[in-house]
């Protein structure tokens, strides 16, 4: 496993990282046991970062994470969560629901700090809000050593164009934007880098569109994007080749992303990700599968307020 710096916090990130959001139940049905194990197998396969949130499987993630962690001493991994997102629809950035938060987060997770809080999911609330009590509020977190840094999420890149140059903190979390079939998150990285914000990609399977089967019928993405993705997929399959392996190979690659979350439940998943991510890529395979997925490059979709989603200049 190799092992990248996370901007300026000094932090050393595992090239592929644990998204914990499968445990929640969040994609299918999961046992917990065989999340439980997930996790320690993740770790054992060089995987030192994990990502939660209260938000995933309404708590039902952070739950099991944290007794997965009982049994690993807290110097063996690197933790985030969030703060912000608690439903589909249900969002609360005030400073006092961000400090409860945090308190429910390490009591669910069996910790006294986390490494990094995210707010989660921020394009769906006024700048205001985060302006003016939630950035504020993870200042105060980081005073009482409840946090060790800070950070955004959300999908929108336009969104951290637009209030990294307005707040202090010290990495972001950017999903669908670095994977075979977008590469767009490669334009933010002079505005991160002229700032030592640290970066964490998630979703290098575009929240499954890169694969045989059908997206979720929630999954928002344009039907060509959904037609294309799984043209490459079944390119791949016809070459006896899982497209996840190109995907997680082609993410996590790249010296400039620093880490690239995956999300399962499986312990042989997590396994066969990490040892994905030490092998050589098939250049010859990526080659085809980026020619099937240019008339789609680094086509997106809205999500949250619409100052957020304007073209990424």
């Known amino acids: 496993m190799k092992y990248r710096k996370l901007g300026n916090t000094g932090l050393e990130v595992s090239a592929l990282s644990f998204g914990a959001s499968s445990l929640g139940s969040v994609f299918r049905q999961t046992d917990d046991k065989d999340s439980i194990r997930t996790v320690h197998a993740a770790i ?19 739950t099991v994470l944290g007794q997965a962690l009982l049994e690993i001493p807290r110097d063996r991994f690197l933790l985030s969560s969030k703060a912000g997102r608690y439903g589909e629809d249900t969002f609360d950035f005030s400073a006092k629901r961000i400090f409860s938060s945090v308190d429910e987060s390490l009591s669910r997770l069996h910790t006294d700090y986390l490494d990094v809080l995210f707010l989660h999911d921020i394009e769906f609330v006024p700048a205001e809000i985060i302006l ?77 569109l890169l694969s045989t089967r059908e997206p979720a019928a929630w999954h928002p993405a344009p039907q060509e994007l959904k037609i294309a993705c799984r043209q490459a997929a079944e390119y791949c399959a016809d070459q006896g080749v899982d497209i996840a392996r190109l995907a997680v190979q082609y993410a996590t690659r790249d010296e400039r992303i620093p880490t690239t979350l995956v999300s399962t439940a499986s312990p042989d998943n997590i396994t066969k990700n990490a040892a994905w991510s030490d092998e050589p890529l098939d250049e010859e395979l990526l080659r085809v599968v980026l020619e099937i997925l240019a008339p789609v490059h680094n086509l997106t979709w809205a999500s949250g307020r619409p100052e957020y989603n304007g073209l990424f200049e």
């Not at 054992?44 to 952070?62: F, W």
């Not at 409840?146 to 979390?173: M, N």
């Open 132 to 208: 003016e009590e939630a950035v504020p509020a993870m200042q105060k977190l980081k005073e009482q050593g409840k946090i060790r840094y800070s950070g955004i999420s959300g999908l929108p890149l336009p969104l951290f164009e637009k209030l990294l140059p307005q707040i202090e903190v010290d990495a972001i979390l950017s999903y669908c934007h670095y994977s075979l079939n977008d590469t767009s998150l490669l334009n933010l990285l002079p505005l991160l880098n002229s700032q030592g914000i640290g970066l964490v990609n998630a979703s290098p399977l575009s929240m499954g």
């Open 44 to 62: 054992d396969a060089g995987i030192n970062y994990i990502d939660v949130s209260p938000y995933y499987g309404l708590t039902k993630a952070e």
